[in-house]
């Protein structure tokens, strides 16, 4: 099993859509989790952190299942511009201090 | 005013040459890291360092030497480059001792023929 694991995609979907991304984690120990913007060809950004609670920010929330080990990332209200691959990002706490990056998942968003 | 800078932006270069490349941030932070993005887009971790010191290397040939010659800076230095060596490579950097948000330079692009 991967340490972060995402369904690669892509996800095609029109303007205006909801879609959602799941990510899981292998450790259940992991400590701090985040999603990533990577667009084509360039470095990959932080989109926002996700706390224990949820968070929102904007059109995008994000949610924390440490239960079953997985978070999510829903995009409502889809725009062109969120077309880019989504990276989720876990400190998986193996004493290692450091970031484990998922694969990302790609949106693709259609006019 | 670029947080987190590296140089150069592309490099194409002849199999079994040395090169290096740059890293600076500007942001006051105490670990800078280097990742590997191979044309899977996987993001693989090879170095960080915390204020100098090492204090992860990832499973990575030696012929990958990193050098932090102060807290604002890593470089990455490649001796007798290989075919697979070709990706993308970032610099980051985070506030911390590693596990926390990290922020990244552009990447560089290389290329070996």
Known sequence: RKEVEQDPGPFNVPEGATVAFNCTYSNSASQ???????????????????????????????????????????????????S???????????????????????????? | DTAVSQ???????????DKSIKCEQNLGHDTMYWYKQDSKKFLKIMFSYNNKELIINETVPNRFSPKSPDKAHLNLHINSLELGDSAVYFCASSLGRGGETQYFGPGTRLLVL
């Open chain 1, 84 to 111: 880019a691959t989504y990276l989720c990002v876990v400190n998986l706490d193996t004493g290692r201090r450091a970031l484990t990056f998922g694969s990302g998942t790609r949106l693709q968003v259609q006019p």
């Open chain 2, 7 to 17: 140089t150069p932006k592309y490099l194409v270069t002849q199999m079994g040459n």
């Open chain 1, 32 to 82: 701090s989790f985040f999603w990533y913007r990577q667009d084509c060809r360039k470095e990959p950004k932080l989109l926002m952190s996700v706390y224990s609670s949820g968070n929102e920010d904007g059109r995008f929330t994000a949610q924390l299942n440490r239960a079953s080990q997985y978070i999510s990332l829903l995009i409502r209200d889809s725009k062109l511009s969120d």
